[in-house]
């Protein structure tokens, strides 16, 4: 327990344990700064949830009751919806009416805690968020139900007047829940809980204890005592939410079968009635006294289940249900503490005197208030129910010494420090200054030029060789110390200057006397044709030199820098020689010249070289190139002799096929007549072999002789073996002409048993598609992927045709026929009907992908010149040429297919010829190379001497 003690940290300390102070007649809010949304809530509470009471008990410290003349008030948020009961008996507070949680905690923080009582005890005020009452020794909540309360709250079941069974669905009912604790009749376990209950409350009426199914064994049937378990479907929902299932609690024993005729907790502790439980109804009415009832003593009966004089009962919470608020913010106590200050005749004592001291009471204990100095600093273990003796030194900060002394610099001193006597401290100048002594106002004049004699000023500023200038010799502290070395800049007030020097400046290198050894920036990075930047003026040696030719990088801190520069970027001879022809370029050491190294790129393209352009060697066999693809088209094989060769590739007959015939770009000529080998096969079945494609591989078929019929309607050949043959007479003799009349034409063949003699039309060979049943079928043909039936030599076909040509085949409508079309490969545009297409192509434009020695256009790119494809014939290979750019000339005559032969003749593009005829002179320019410049020049006609050149000749 706090108690009082004279010594003021003691006291400061208690005034600060976070208790609230009142008075008598005084409202003292209690709770000013509880929110609801402040608090912890699990599961499914929330602010907005109804609640129907709130209980309120005041007591005195330690856990007495209150004393007479105790009450809470009313908040002014109460209005007509909330309703509150005080109970002096009890000294509780019950605030009632169904409204959400957010209401009641702002009632809360509006409602006082008033008293008439002159005790000067504290007091302790509790909260419960709910109905009940709470008891901190065991945390259960407890509330005293009287009949006509519980009415106002209706809940299923019999009239509460006459039964224990209707009183325990009140109490276990979902609306008389507090925050997820269910509740159930009470429970009395031990005599500390009878006794709680004693002092807080009438507990008159039931109580959750009964020996029904097993007469004279008393049990706790209900709450956490009940059983281990609740019953998960009950036939009574709501009563059974905190109650075990003991059976039929109105029929007489047995009631109950098995196991619930002992369920529950045998009681420990008891409070009999003296001559009690006696069973007295047992011999007169059909159900006995088998349920537990407290007398108004509190004393415990046995009464029957229902019993008209019961009028009240005592619900409890706690150990059923899960709390959705820690038990710390269900219930809070706030311990109130007396304010002696408050009352008057302590802060009288404090206010007679002048200046006035303050009235402080820092525990709430009676006899322990005090004085405080409310001017002046407050003298130790003095002011206890009694004037404080207060220090005033009037040079501490904020006084009238510290302001007219210390504020302008001068040391000030009081010898008499009270409140008391005031106005007598003592100015003095502040060494190394001199001057008068000032009482009551500052010293003075005081005077020094720092920068003179044994000066601060000179010490830290001349001495070191900087200037010292002392304008106001006045004050201290106030001379300037300034840099004075060549290029150095700086000053600073009171203390040497921080000087600062920018080497990259003009300055720091016009010369050497008196130059810091680390000014050398613009003089390093100058000479080495760099960039200078120094970033921090006062660090020598940090200044950094950047390379600054065309796409050099490089830099370096405190010296000149390597420079780099990568020959295959823009402007260099690897984007010229290399990317500008084509080549992939790549420069691994670029602070040397000449170490590039180009690759070949394109589809089949091999070779590299350094320092220049490499010589690429072609597959023609790649499989990114047009050959490969038109060999594989043909089943073909291609072969590639020497890849420094152009156009010796060629297509290669697989075997057994034939002699090849090599024609460069195209496919071989491959023939193989299958039959001279599989003829046998047919004529040993009295079979005719055909071979329909005698340039492909596995085509040969065995064919029925007439009359003989296939005898499978839908096989009309053998592929590379005998036919199904037979001699049989079909409906094709009756209904063949259904199949007639179509191109191509089809073929008749007589249908089984299940087609009811109806014929099948089949799609002749290389034809392909379902029969149809007594109707045409659907042929259809790729002319593209087989040998036209129909084609004669002059049309040949698609496969073949377009393949010769190097040219791909396109068949768009399969049920159409001769519609295939040739069209060109990439990059050539053109496509023809049933033969081979013209092929334009601007040799310019792309890559020439049938070109030799010749090349292409890039040629021209190279050499920085146009080229130029006459559109007049884009099908002729190779007549493209290149032209010379302005100001160059083509020299000679125009080479197709070639680079241009270029020079520069000044007197015809720089004006040469202009200026010397002018003058009567003849242009010569002797060096016509393009980067021979200015090196054209007048000559003198016959007869005339040349005096002078310089391009117009001086004649004589």
């Known amino acids: 327990m706090r108690r009082a003690v004279p010594a003021l940290a003691a006291l400061l300390a208690a005034s600060a344990a976070g208790e609230r102070a009142y008075a008598p007649m005084v409202p003292t809010l209690v709770w000013p700064g509880l929110a609801c949304d402040d608090l912890p809530f699990t599961g499914g509470c929330n602010c907005d949830m109804q609640k129907r009471a709130l209980m309120i008990t005041v007591a005195t410290a330690g856990g007495g009751t209150c004393a007479p003349g105790d009450r809470m008030g009313e908040s002014p948020f109460m209005g007509g919806q909330v309703v509150g009961t005080w ?160 059976g039929d609690l109105a029929a007489r024993e047995p009631g109950c079968t098995g196991t619930q005729c002992t369920e529950g907790t045998p009681f420990g502790y008891t409070n009999w009635e003296p001559g009690e439980p006696n069973a007295a109804y047992m011999t007169r009415e059909s159900e006995g006294e088998d349920f537990l009832h407290s007398y108004r003593n509190t004393n415990w009966n046995d009464f029957r289940l229902t019993n008209g004089r019961i009028e009240a009962f005592t619900c409890e919470w706690g150990g059923v249900g899960t709390p959705c608020l820690p038990m710390a913010n269900v219930t809070q106590t706030e311990t109130l503490v007396v304010d002696e200050c408050a009352s008057g005749a302590a802060s009288g004592v404090c206010n007679a005197t002048a200046p006035p001291q303050t009235c402080r009471d820092p525990s709430g204990h009676a006899g322990d208030w005090m004085c405080m100095c409310t001017v002046g600093t407050q003298k130790f273990d ?113 203390a040497a200057a921080v000087c600062a020097l920018d080497e990259c400046a003009a300055a720091a290198v016009s010369g050497s006397r008196g130059l810091p050894p680390g000014a050398r920036g613009a003089r390093t990075c100058g000479a080495a044709g760099q960039t200078c930047s120094d970033a921090d003026h006062t660090v020598d040696g940090d200044f950094v030199c950047t390379c600054a030719g065309a796409g050099e990088t490089g830099t370096a801190t405190g010296a000149a820098a390597v420079c780099e520069r990568d020959e295959c970027a823009a402007g260099g001879l690897g984007k010229t020689l290399c990317v500008d022809d084509g080549h992939m370029c790549v420069d691994a050491n670029r602070t040397h010249s000449g170490n590039f190294v180009c690759t070949c790129t394109g589809a089949g393209r091999t070779g590299t070289a350094t320092g220049g352009a490499p010589v690429c060697a072609l597959d023609e066999c790649d499989a990114g190139l047009a050959l490969n693809a038109t060999c594989e088209m043909a089943k073909q094989t291609c072969v590639e002799p020497d890849v420094a060769e152009a156009d010796d590739a060629y297509c290669q007959c697989p075997p057994p096929m034939g002699a090849q015939k090599r024609v460069g770009g195209a496919v071989a000529a491959c023939e193989w007549d299958e039959c001279a080998d599989h003829a046998a096969t047919c004529t040993n079945a009295q079979q005719v072999c055909e071979d329909a494609d005698k340039g492909a591989m596995g085509t040969w078929v065995c064919k029925c002789v007439h009359p003989q019929e296939p005898v499978d309607p839908a096989q009309l050949v053998g592929e590379q073996t005998v036919a199904g043959c037979a001699f049989k007479e079909g409906d094709c003799k009756k209904y063949g002409y259904v199949c007639s009349g179509t191109s191509p034409a089809q073929i008749c063949g007589a249908g089984e048993v299940e087609w009811d003699g109806r014929v099948l039309c089949k799609c002749p060979a290389p034809y392909s598609a379902p029969p149809g ?150 242009c010569a320019d002797e060096d016509t190379a393009p980067d021979a410049v200015g090196d054209w020049a007048c000559t003198c006609a016959d007869g005339f001497r040349t005096v002078a050149t310089a391009q117009a000749a001086v004649c004589e």
Not at 139 to 155: M, Q
Not at 416 to 439: I, N, R
Request: charged fraction near 20%; charge should be negative.
């Open 87 to 246: 109970d002096a008996t009890y000294c509780n507070y019950l605030l009632e009416g169904t409204t959400s949680l957010r209401h009641y905690v702002e009632i809360l923080t509006t409602l006082p805690f008033v008293t008439t009582a002159t005790d000067m005890q504290p007091r302790e005020i509790t909260f419960t968020l709910g109905g009940g009452i709470y008891n901190k020794h065991n945390g259960h909540f407890y509330e005293h139900v009287g009949i006509d309360k519980a009415r106002e709250y209706p809940n299923p079941g019999s009239d509460l007047q006459e039964s224990w069974r209707a009183a325990q669905q009140w109490c276990a009912h979902p609306d008389q829940d507090i925050l997820g604790l269910v509740g159930y009749l009470a429970t009395i376990t031990t005599a500390g809980e009878k006794a709680f209950l004693d002092a807080h409350m009438n507990s008159i009426g039931w109580l959750g204890g009964a020996d029904v199914g097993d007469e004279g064994s008393w049990r706790w049937i209900v709450g956490p005592e009940g059983c281990a378990g609740y019953l998960t479907a009950p036939t009574d929902p709501v009563l059974r939410r905190s109650m075990c299932d003991v």
């Open 773 to 922: 049943k007594h109707e045409h079928a659907s042929c259809t043909l790729d002319e593209c992927a087989v040998v036209c039936p129909w084609c004669d030599k002059t049309e040949g076909h698609g496969a073949g045709t377009c393949a010769s040509a190097q040219q791909a085949c396109r068949d768009a409508d399969h049920t159409v026929d001769r519609d295939w079309r040739c069209v060109c490969a990439d990059p050539y545009d053109g496509d023809s009907l049933m033969s081979t297409a013209k092929c334009v192509v601007d040799e310019c434009n792309v890559e020439c992908p049938h070109c030799a020695d010749s090349g292409n256009g890039n040629a021209c790119v190279a050499a920085d010149q146009t080229c130029q494809d006459p559109a007049g014939d884009r099908t002729a290979r190779g007549n493209w040429y290149c032209e010379c750019k302005a100001p160059l000339s083509l020299k000679g005559a125009r080479q197709a297919a070639a680079a241009a032969d270029c020079e520069l003749n000044e007197c015809r593009s720089a004006g040469g010829d202009a200026v010397c005829v002018a003058g009567g002179q003849t």
């Open 382 to 494: 003095t002011g206890v129910r009694s004037l404080a003796v207060c220090q005033y030194d009037e040079c501490e900060p904020g006084r009238r010494g510290h302001d007219l002394c210390v504020q302008i610099g001068q040391d000030c001193t009081d010898a008499s420090p009270t409140a008391e006597a005031q106005h007598d401290f003592e100015c003095k100048c502040a060494a190394p200054l001199s001057g008068a002594v000032g009482t009551d106002g500052p010293a003075g004049p005081c005077t020094q030029d720092e920068c003179r004699g044994d000066g601060v000023g000179k010490a830290l500023c001349v001495d070191v060789g900087q200037q010292c200038q002392d304008e106001n010799q006045t004050h201290a502290g106030n001379f300037v110390c300034t840099c004075t070395r060549l290029g150095e800049y700086g000053n600073a007030t009171g």
